[in-house]
């Protein structure tokens, strides 16, 4: 038998030339029992139509797909308000970023110009005093530190209250 026209077919389906009734021709001499054993190569990629109408889901996959997409039930998809502040965020972090990282090194080029303003300068001759009697300037720093004694006790004591008066309360 001469399969010289199978061949010119299976030439021009390679080339992607082949109309669909060529191709449907080429299916059909394909599912053929017996073959001559040069195109014995080729009946798996014709006789794939075949092979696939046979494979079906089984029964299971249905029945889980019907579990899944119960009918009671309606996936609601809401829509999420972004609010103008929200959506500047990653821009202000970023300038936020940028405003910390010049303020630094912003500094330390001040104190590297500034190298006399870092050490202070210790003119006592420059000093004027508030008080000519040194007497009358100890009273009044123990006047002073006195008044603020007596007010950190008085703050203790009522930090204190406060402190019991919540305990009572918990109780």
Known sequence: MDYSYIDKLLERYWQGETSVEEEEMLR?????????????????LFAYEDVAASEHLGAEFDERMLRMIEPGEQHVVRARHISVALRLRPFLKAAASVAVVLTIGGAIEHSFRNENAATPDFNYATYKDTYKDPQVAAEKVSSSLRDMSEELQRQQSADSARAIGKDKSVQ
């Open 28 to 44: 059909t001499f394909f599912r053929q029992r017996e073959l001559p054993s040069r195109f014995e190569p080729y009946r798996r």
